[in-house]
T-cell receptor, first 115, second 114 residues
Framework: DTEVTQTPKHLVMGMTNKKSLKCEQH?????MYWYKQKAKKPPELMFV???????INESVPSRFSPECPNSSLLNLHLHALQPEDSALYLC??????????????FGPGTRLLVL | AQSVTQLDSHVSVSEGTPVLLRCNYS??????LFWYVQHPNKGLQLLLK??????LVKGINGFEAEFKKSETSFHLTKPSAHMSDAAEYFC????????????FGKGTMLLVSP
Protein backbone atom coordinates (compact mmCIF):
# COMPACT_ATOMS: atom_id res chain seq x y z
CA ASP A 1 0.00 0.00 0.00
CA THR A 2 1.50 3.29 -1.11
CA GLU A 3 -1.27 5.57 0.05
CA VAL A 4 -0.93 9.04 1.50
CA THR A 5 -4.21 10.60 2.58
CA GLN A 6 -4.98 14.29 2.99
CA THR A 7 -7.90 16.10 4.56
CA PRO A 8 -9.81 18.16 3.74
CA LYS A 9 -9.98 17.88 -0.03
CA HIS A 10 -11.13 21.47 -0.36
CA LEU A 11 -10.86 24.42 2.01
CA VAL A 12 -12.12 27.98 1.74
CA MET A 13 -10.92 30.42 4.38
CA GLY A 14 -10.85 34.11 5.07
CA MET A 15 -7.67 36.02 5.70
CA THR A 16 -8.32 36.15 9.46
CA ASN A 17 -9.16 32.46 9.87
CA LYS A 18 -7.07 29.72 11.42
CA LYS A 19 -7.28 26.32 9.78
CA SER A 20 -5.20 23.15 9.54
CA LEU A 21 -4.39 20.67 6.80
CA LYS A 22 -3.81 17.06 7.73
CA CYS A 23 -1.71 14.36 6.08
CA GLU A 24 -1.42 10.72 7.08
CA GLN A 25 0.57 7.71 5.90
CA HIS A 26 0.80 4.18 7.26
CA UNK A 27 3.72 2.93 5.20
CA UNK A 28 6.24 3.29 8.01
CA UNK A 29 7.93 6.15 6.18
CA UNK A 30 10.13 8.41 8.31
CA UNK A 31 10.29 11.43 6.01
CA MET A 32 7.31 13.63 5.17
CA TYR A 33 7.01 16.71 3.00
CA TRP A 34 4.72 19.66 2.29
CA TYR A 35 4.57 21.13 -1.20
CA LYS A 36 2.65 24.06 -2.66
CA GLN A 37 1.47 23.88 -6.26
CA LYS A 38 0.05 26.82 -8.18
CA ALA A 39 -2.00 26.25 -11.31
CA LYS A 40 -0.02 25.00 -14.31
CA LYS A 41 3.23 24.95 -12.29
CA PRO A 42 5.28 22.14 -10.74
CA PRO A 43 5.13 21.60 -6.98
CA GLU A 44 7.39 23.74 -4.80
CA LEU A 45 8.89 22.29 -1.65
CA MET A 46 7.88 24.00 1.61
CA PHE A 47 8.97 21.76 4.49
CA VAL A 48 10.68 18.43 5.10
CA UNK A 49 10.39 16.37 8.27
CA UNK A 50 12.69 13.50 9.08
CA UNK A 51 12.03 11.31 12.11
CA UNK A 52 9.46 13.86 13.28
CA UNK A 53 11.96 16.70 13.28
CA UNK A 54 11.93 19.64 10.89
CA UNK A 55 14.88 19.21 8.51
CA ILE A 56 14.18 21.75 5.79
CA ASN A 57 12.19 24.97 5.75
CA GLU A 58 12.36 26.57 2.32
CA SER A 59 12.03 30.11 3.67
CA VAL A 60 8.29 29.72 4.04
CA PRO A 61 6.40 32.65 5.66
CA SER A 62 5.51 32.15 9.31
CA ARG A 63 1.78 32.18 8.53
CA PHE A 64 2.42 28.53 7.57
CA SER A 65 3.32 26.41 10.59
CA PRO A 66 4.08 22.70 10.16
CA GLU A 67 3.77 20.10 12.85
CA CYS A 68 4.64 16.42 12.97
CA PRO A 69 2.95 14.92 16.06
CA ASN A 70 4.06 11.38 15.24
CA SER A 71 5.69 9.38 12.47
CA SER A 72 2.40 8.88 10.61
CA LEU A 73 0.93 12.36 10.81
CA LEU A 74 1.86 15.71 9.35
CA ASN A 75 -0.13 18.89 9.86
CA LEU A 76 0.08 22.32 8.28
CA HIS A 77 -1.42 25.09 10.40
CA LEU A 78 -2.61 28.15 8.51
CA HIS A 79 -3.13 31.61 9.96
CA ALA A 80 -3.63 35.04 8.42
CA LEU A 81 -3.15 33.80 4.89
CA GLN A 82 -3.19 35.98 1.81
CA PRO A 83 -5.19 35.42 -1.39
CA GLU A 84 -1.93 34.57 -3.20
CA ASP A 85 -1.60 31.55 -0.89
CA SER A 86 -4.48 29.92 -2.74
CA ALA A 87 -3.06 26.73 -4.26
CA LEU A 88 -3.05 22.95 -4.14
CA TYR A 89 -1.14 21.77 -1.07
CA LEU A 90 0.44 18.37 -1.49
CA CYS A 91 1.84 16.08 1.15
CA UNK A 92 4.38 13.37 0.35
CA UNK A 93 6.30 10.74 2.24
CA UNK A 94 9.37 8.59 1.65
CA UNK A 95 11.13 5.79 3.48
CA UNK A 96 13.88 8.15 4.59
CA UNK A 97 16.15 10.85 3.28
CA UNK A 98 18.88 8.64 1.80
CA UNK A 99 20.09 11.03 -0.84
CA UNK A 100 18.48 10.55 -4.21
CA UNK A 101 17.45 6.94 -3.83
CA UNK A 102 14.17 7.52 -2.05
CA UNK A 103 10.85 7.61 -3.84
CA UNK A 104 8.34 10.17 -2.67
CA UNK A 105 4.69 9.14 -2.63
CA PHE A 106 2.18 11.95 -2.92
CA GLY A 107 -1.27 12.44 -1.49
CA PRO A 108 -4.22 13.79 -3.51
CA GLY A 109 -3.77 17.30 -2.13
CA THR A 110 -5.92 19.93 -0.46
CA ARG A 111 -7.26 22.66 -2.74
CA LEU A 112 -7.10 25.89 -0.70
CA LEU A 113 -8.89 29.11 -1.58
CA VAL A 114 -8.18 32.21 0.49
CA LEU A 115 -10.74 34.99 0.20
CA ALA B 1 23.40 21.60 -8.72
CA GLN B 2 20.82 19.80 -10.77
CA SER B 3 18.14 20.82 -13.23
CA VAL B 4 15.50 19.32 -15.49
CA THR B 5 14.25 20.57 -18.84
CA GLN B 6 11.06 19.25 -20.34
CA LEU B 7 11.32 20.17 -23.96
CA ASP B 8 7.61 20.45 -24.75
CA SER B 9 4.97 22.26 -22.71
CA HIS B 10 2.19 20.49 -24.66
CA VAL B 11 2.09 17.30 -26.72
CA SER B 12 -0.97 16.30 -28.73
CA VAL B 13 -1.53 12.76 -30.01
CA SER B 14 -4.40 10.71 -31.35
CA GLU B 15 -5.66 7.71 -29.44
CA GLY B 16 -3.73 4.60 -30.45
CA THR B 17 -0.61 6.47 -31.63
CA PRO B 18 2.76 6.51 -29.85
CA VAL B 19 3.60 8.97 -27.09
CA LEU B 20 6.99 10.65 -26.63
CA LEU B 21 7.57 13.13 -23.81
CA ARG B 22 11.09 14.54 -23.77
CA CYS B 23 13.23 15.30 -20.75
CA ASN B 24 16.85 16.40 -20.39
CA TYR B 25 18.61 16.65 -17.07
CA SER B 26 21.73 18.14 -15.59
CA UNK B 27 23.31 16.73 -12.45
CA UNK B 28 26.72 16.77 -10.80
CA UNK B 29 26.18 13.21 -9.62
CA UNK B 30 24.68 10.04 -11.00
CA UNK B 31 21.07 11.05 -10.60
CA UNK B 32 17.89 9.29 -9.71
CA LEU B 33 15.21 10.19 -12.23
CA PHE B 34 11.45 9.92 -12.00
CA TRP B 35 8.37 10.50 -14.09
CA TYR B 36 5.20 11.47 -12.25
CA VAL B 37 1.73 11.96 -13.74
CA GLN B 38 -0.91 14.34 -12.44
CA HIS B 39 -4.49 14.08 -13.62
CA PRO B 40 -6.67 17.18 -13.27
CA ASN B 41 -7.28 18.15 -9.65
CA LYS B 42 -5.37 15.11 -8.39
CA GLY B 43 -2.09 14.45 -6.63
CA LEU B 44 1.06 13.13 -8.30
CA GLN B 45 1.32 9.45 -9.15
CA LEU B 46 4.68 7.77 -9.71
CA LEU B 47 4.96 6.30 -13.21
CA LEU B 48 8.50 4.99 -13.03
CA LYS B 49 11.96 5.66 -11.63
CA UNK B 50 15.58 5.15 -12.63
CA UNK B 51 18.22 4.55 -9.96
CA UNK B 52 21.29 3.36 -11.93
CA UNK B 53 20.16 -0.19 -12.54
CA UNK B 54 18.80 -1.05 -16.01
CA UNK B 55 18.78 1.92 -18.38
CA LEU B 56 15.39 0.96 -19.81
CA VAL B 57 12.81 1.38 -17.08
CA LYS B 58 9.30 0.01 -17.32
CA GLY B 59 6.54 1.72 -15.44
CA ILE B 60 2.83 1.48 -14.90
CA ASN B 61 0.13 1.71 -17.59
CA GLY B 62 2.50 0.71 -20.40
CA PHE B 63 4.91 3.62 -20.01
CA GLU B 64 8.66 3.22 -20.18
CA ALA B 65 11.68 5.51 -20.19
CA GLU B 66 15.27 5.11 -21.30
CA PHE B 67 18.19 6.68 -19.44
CA LYS B 68 20.84 7.90 -21.88
CA LYS B 69 23.84 9.27 -20.04
CA SER B 70 25.63 10.43 -23.20
CA GLU B 71 22.61 12.53 -24.16
CA THR B 72 21.62 13.40 -20.56
CA SER B 73 18.09 12.40 -21.48
CA PHE B 74 15.28 10.44 -19.88
CA HIS B 75 12.44 10.46 -22.40
CA LEU B 76 9.08 8.87 -21.58
CA THR B 77 7.36 6.70 -24.19
CA LYS B 78 4.25 4.62 -24.66
CA PRO B 79 3.48 2.60 -27.79
CA SER B 80 -0.22 3.41 -27.94
CA ALA B 81 -1.96 6.34 -26.26
CA HIS B 82 -5.24 5.94 -24.44
CA MET B 83 -7.73 8.68 -23.67
CA SER B 84 -7.09 8.17 -19.95
CA ASP B 85 -3.41 9.14 -20.49
CA ALA B 86 -4.41 12.79 -20.91
CA ALA B 87 -2.71 14.52 -17.97
CA GLU B 88 0.29 16.60 -16.87
CA TYR B 89 3.59 14.75 -16.76
CA PHE B 90 6.57 15.84 -14.66
CA CYS B 91 10.14 14.71 -15.13
CA UNK B 92 11.98 14.88 -11.82
CA UNK B 93 15.60 14.51 -10.73
CA UNK B 94 16.75 13.74 -7.21
CA UNK B 95 20.19 14.55 -5.92
CA UNK B 96 22.42 11.79 -4.61
CA UNK B 97 24.01 13.81 -1.86
CA UNK B 98 22.20 15.27 1.08
CA UNK B 99 18.50 15.25 1.53
CA UNK B 100 16.15 13.58 -0.89
CA UNK B 101 14.80 16.78 -2.40
CA UNK B 102 13.32 16.73 -5.86
CA UNK B 103 13.91 19.10 -8.76
CA PHE B 104 10.85 19.20 -11.02
CA GLY B 105 10.64 20.01 -14.69
CA LYS B 106 7.96 22.51 -15.69
CA GLY B 107 5.67 19.76 -16.89
CA THR B 108 4.27 18.54 -20.21
CA MET B 109 0.56 18.49 -20.81
CA LEU B 110 -0.41 15.43 -22.85
CA LEU B 111 -3.58 15.88 -24.91
CA VAL B 112 -5.18 12.78 -26.45
CA SER B 113 -7.80 13.13 -29.14
CA PRO B 114 -10.22 10.40 -30.27
Amino acid sequence: DTEVTQTPKHLVMGMTNKKSLKCEQHMGHRAMYWYKQKAKKPPELMFVYSYEKLSINESVPSRFSPECPNSSLLNLHLHALQPEDSALYLCASSQGLAGGLETQYFGPGTRLLVL
Amino acid sequence: AQSVTQLDSHVSVSEGTPVLLRCNYSSSYSPSLFWYVQHPNKGLQLLLKYTSAATLVKGINGFEAEFKKSETSFHLTKPSAHMSDAAEYFCVVSGVSGYSTLTFGKGTMLLVSP
